[in-house]
Protein backbone atom coordinates (compact mmCIF):
# COMPACT_ATOMS: atom_id res chain seq x y z
CA UNK A 1 0.00 0.00 0.00
CA UNK A 2 1.19 3.72 -1.10
CA UNK A 3 1.76 5.78 2.07
CA UNK A 4 4.03 7.76 4.33
CA UNK A 5 6.31 6.62 6.74
CA UNK A 6 7.84 8.38 9.34
CA UNK A 7 10.39 7.17 12.12
CA UNK A 8 10.64 7.18 15.22
CA UNK A 9 7.77 7.12 16.57
CA UNK A 10 9.27 8.57 19.99
CA UNK A 11 12.49 10.60 19.64
CA UNK A 12 13.97 11.91 22.69
CA UNK A 13 16.68 14.75 22.25
CA UNK A 14 19.68 16.05 24.89
CA UNK A 15 20.48 19.62 25.37
CA UNK A 16 22.72 20.46 22.44
CA UNK A 17 21.95 18.15 20.43
CA UNK A 18 20.73 17.35 17.06
CA UNK A 19 18.49 14.58 16.22
CA UNK A 20 16.86 13.79 12.49
CA UNK A 21 13.39 12.57 11.51
CA UNK A 22 12.96 10.75 8.50
CA UNK A 23 10.29 11.02 6.13
CA UNK A 24 9.43 8.53 3.24
CA UNK A 25 6.97 8.40 0.58
CA UNK A 26 6.36 5.80 -1.77
CA UNK A 27 2.96 7.90 -3.17
CA UNK A 28 5.04 9.75 -6.45
CA UNK A 29 4.27 13.19 -5.09
CA UNK A 30 6.42 16.29 -6.07
CA UNK A 31 6.11 18.09 -2.98
CA UNK A 32 6.54 17.44 0.43
CA UNK A 33 6.16 19.36 4.19
CA UNK A 34 7.17 19.43 7.36
CA UNK A 35 4.50 20.48 9.87
CA UNK A 36 5.06 21.04 13.93
CA UNK A 37 2.07 20.96 16.06
CA UNK A 38 1.71 21.83 19.30
CA UNK A 39 -1.55 21.97 21.43
CA UNK A 40 -3.85 24.53 20.88
CA UNK A 41 -1.87 25.86 17.69
CA UNK A 42 -2.97 23.56 14.79
CA UNK A 43 -0.30 22.43 12.83
CA UNK A 44 2.40 25.35 11.87
CA UNK A 45 4.56 24.91 8.40
CA UNK A 46 8.34 24.35 8.69
CA UNK A 47 9.89 23.87 5.20
CA UNK A 48 8.23 22.47 2.37
CA UNK A 49 9.53 20.54 -1.01
CA UNK A 50 8.40 20.86 -4.56
CA UNK A 51 11.24 19.14 -6.03
CA UNK A 52 14.38 17.39 -5.77
CA UNK A 53 16.94 19.76 -4.55
CA UNK A 54 15.13 22.26 -3.77
CA UNK A 55 13.11 23.49 -0.23
CA UNK A 56 11.41 26.70 0.83
CA UNK A 57 11.22 28.25 4.56
CA UNK A 58 8.01 27.58 6.16
CA UNK A 59 6.93 29.65 8.88
CA UNK A 60 8.86 28.66 11.79
CA UNK A 61 11.90 27.33 10.06
CA UNK A 62 14.36 28.40 12.41
CA UNK A 63 16.84 25.92 14.31
CA UNK A 64 15.52 23.51 11.21
CA UNK A 65 16.68 22.11 8.21
CA UNK A 66 16.19 19.55 6.02
CA UNK A 67 17.35 18.10 2.34
CA UNK A 68 15.57 16.26 -0.39
CA UNK A 69 18.29 14.54 -2.11
CA UNK A 70 15.62 11.74 -3.42
CA UNK A 71 11.83 12.42 -4.46
CA UNK A 72 11.11 9.85 -2.05
CA UNK A 73 12.71 10.80 1.00
CA UNK A 74 12.39 14.31 3.49
CA UNK A 75 14.41 14.06 6.48
CA UNK A 76 14.12 17.01 9.19
CA UNK A 77 16.88 18.21 11.28
CA UNK A 78 16.15 19.41 14.73
CA UNK A 79 18.92 21.40 15.52
CA UNK A 80 20.51 22.40 18.96
CA UNK A 81 19.56 26.15 17.66
CA UNK A 82 16.01 25.08 18.04
CA UNK A 83 15.05 26.07 21.90
CA UNK A 84 11.71 24.90 22.22
CA UNK A 85 11.84 21.33 20.13
CA UNK A 86 9.17 19.11 22.23
CA UNK A 87 6.13 18.90 19.83
CA UNK A 88 4.45 16.25 17.84
CA UNK A 89 6.00 16.12 13.55
CA UNK A 90 4.26 15.42 10.99
CA UNK A 91 5.65 15.41 7.78
CA UNK A 92 2.60 15.05 4.43
CA UNK A 93 3.14 14.83 0.41
CA UNK A 94 0.85 15.96 -2.01
CA UNK A 95 0.98 16.35 -5.96
CA UNK A 96 2.41 19.40 -7.41
CA UNK A 97 0.17 22.25 -9.25
CA UNK A 98 -2.67 20.65 -7.84
CA UNK A 99 -3.62 22.24 -4.62
CA UNK A 100 -7.47 21.16 -4.71
CA UNK A 101 -6.28 17.83 -4.26
CA UNK A 102 -5.22 16.68 -0.20
CA UNK A 103 -1.92 16.20 1.60
CA UNK A 104 -1.29 12.69 2.51
CA UNK A 105 -0.04 12.91 6.45
CA UNK A 106 1.94 10.44 8.00
CA UNK A 107 1.94 8.93 11.45
CA UNK A 108 4.27 11.93 13.17
CA UNK A 109 6.99 11.91 15.20
CA UNK A 110 6.93 12.53 18.82
CA UNK A 111 10.18 14.79 20.04
CA UNK A 112 10.95 15.37 23.71
CA UNK A 113 13.73 17.04 25.42
CA UNK A 114 15.74 15.08 28.14
CA UNK B 1 -2.06 36.15 4.29
CA UNK B 2 -4.44 33.28 4.22
CA UNK B 3 -6.26 32.10 7.44
CA UNK B 4 -8.24 29.96 8.97
CA UNK B 5 -10.61 30.77 12.26
CA UNK B 6 -11.99 27.74 13.79
CA UNK B 7 -14.35 27.35 16.95
CA UNK B 8 -12.37 26.23 19.88
CA UNK B 9 -12.86 23.47 22.05
CA UNK B 10 -13.17 20.77 23.82
CA UNK B 11 -16.49 20.14 22.66
CA UNK B 12 -18.60 16.86 24.60
CA UNK B 13 -21.42 15.46 23.36
CA UNK B 14 -23.60 12.57 24.06
CA UNK B 15 -23.62 9.98 21.49
CA UNK B 16 -26.59 10.41 18.49
CA UNK B 17 -26.37 13.83 19.14
CA UNK B 18 -25.79 16.28 16.77
CA UNK B 19 -22.46 17.95 16.55
CA UNK B 20 -21.59 21.42 14.21
CA UNK B 21 -17.77 22.69 14.37
CA UNK B 22 -17.68 26.37 12.83
CA UNK B 23 -14.83 27.15 10.37
CA UNK B 24 -14.45 30.35 8.74
CA UNK B 25 -11.25 31.79 6.32
CA UNK B 26 -9.43 34.48 4.81
CA UNK B 27 -8.21 33.82 1.48
CA UNK B 28 -7.39 36.53 -1.29
CA UNK B 29 -8.07 33.88 -4.17
CA UNK B 30 -10.34 30.70 -4.68
CA UNK B 31 -9.04 28.50 -2.17
CA UNK B 32 -9.59 24.51 -1.61
CA UNK B 33 -11.18 23.65 1.49
CA UNK B 34 -10.61 20.48 3.65
CA UNK B 35 -11.56 18.93 6.93
CA UNK B 36 -8.93 16.82 8.34
CA UNK B 37 -9.27 14.13 11.79
CA UNK B 38 -6.74 13.33 13.84
CA UNK B 39 -7.20 10.37 16.18
CA UNK B 40 -5.11 9.58 19.26
CA UNK B 41 -1.40 9.36 18.68
CA UNK B 42 -1.96 9.49 14.81
CA UNK B 43 -1.51 11.71 11.66
CA UNK B 44 -4.05 13.34 10.02
CA UNK B 45 -6.25 12.15 7.75
CA UNK B 46 -8.63 13.37 5.10
CA UNK B 47 -12.45 13.83 6.38
CA UNK B 48 -13.86 16.06 3.13
CA UNK B 49 -13.11 18.74 0.86
CA UNK B 50 -14.39 21.00 -1.54
CA UNK B 51 -12.99 22.97 -4.43
CA UNK B 52 -15.42 25.36 -5.59
CA UNK B 53 -18.57 27.94 -3.98
CA UNK B 54 -21.36 26.11 -3.14
CA UNK B 55 -19.54 22.53 -3.35
CA UNK B 56 -20.40 20.04 -0.79
CA UNK B 57 -18.06 17.66 0.71
CA UNK B 58 -19.36 14.51 2.69
CA UNK B 59 -17.75 11.49 4.09
CA UNK B 60 -18.82 8.93 7.08
CA UNK B 61 -21.83 10.82 7.73
CA UNK B 62 -20.37 14.44 7.71
CA UNK B 63 -20.71 17.26 5.66
CA UNK B 64 -19.90 20.62 5.17
CA UNK B 65 -20.71 22.93 2.31
CA UNK B 66 -18.41 25.58 0.99
CA UNK B 67 -20.13 29.11 1.83
CA UNK B 68 -17.85 32.20 -0.89
CA UNK B 69 -20.77 34.56 0.82
CA UNK B 70 -19.88 33.62 4.33
CA UNK B 71 -16.57 32.57 4.02
CA UNK B 72 -17.44 29.70 5.86
CA UNK B 73 -17.04 25.58 5.55
CA UNK B 74 -18.59 24.44 8.94
CA UNK B 75 -18.76 20.60 9.55
CA UNK B 76 -21.92 18.65 10.60
CA UNK B 77 -22.55 15.50 11.53
CA UNK B 78 -26.47 14.61 12.42
CA UNK B 79 -25.38 11.77 15.39
CA UNK B 80 -22.10 11.52 16.42
CA UNK B 81 -20.65 8.04 17.83
CA UNK B 82 -18.49 7.33 20.17
CA UNK B 83 -16.08 6.37 17.49
CA UNK B 84 -15.93 10.06 16.31
CA UNK B 85 -13.80 11.49 19.21
CA UNK B 86 -11.07 13.15 18.04
CA UNK B 87 -9.21 16.30 16.82
CA UNK B 88 -10.97 17.90 13.89
CA UNK B 89 -8.76 20.45 11.76
CA UNK B 90 -10.31 23.07 8.88
CA UNK B 91 -8.04 23.70 6.43
CA UNK B 92 -7.70 26.03 3.22
CA UNK B 93 -5.09 24.93 0.35
CA UNK B 94 -3.36 28.37 -1.49
CA UNK B 95 -3.56 27.35 -5.30
CA UNK B 96 -0.67 29.54 -5.93
CA UNK B 97 1.94 27.20 -3.93
CA UNK B 98 -0.32 24.36 -2.36
CA UNK B 99 0.96 25.16 1.48
CA UNK B 100 -1.82 24.56 3.35
CA UNK B 101 -3.14 26.75 6.53
CA UNK B 102 -4.72 25.27 9.59
CA UNK B 103 -7.43 26.10 11.90
CA UNK B 104 -6.50 25.54 15.74
CA UNK B 105 -7.99 22.24 15.80
CA UNK B 106 -11.51 21.06 17.76
CA UNK B 107 -11.16 17.95 20.44
CA UNK B 108 -14.46 16.69 20.35
CA UNK B 109 -15.20 13.65 22.87
CA UNK B 110 -18.62 11.77 22.16
CA UNK B 111 -19.48 9.95 25.46
CA UNK B 112 -21.83 6.78 25.51
Known amino acids: DGGITQSPKYLFRKEGQNVTLSCEQN?????MYWYRQDPGQGLRLIYYSQIVNDFQKGDIAEGYSVSREKKESFPLTVTSAQKNPTAFYLCASGHLGQGSQPQHFGDGTRLSIL | GDSVTQMEGPVTLSEEAFLTINCTYT??????LFWYVQYPGEGLQLLLK?????DKGSNKGFEATYRKETTSFHLEKGSVQVSDSAVYFC???????????FGAGTTVTVRA
Open chain 2, 91 to 101: ALSDLDDYKLS
Open chain 2, 27 to 32: ATGYPS
Open chain 2, 50 to 54: ATKAD
Open chain 1, 27 to 31: LNHDA
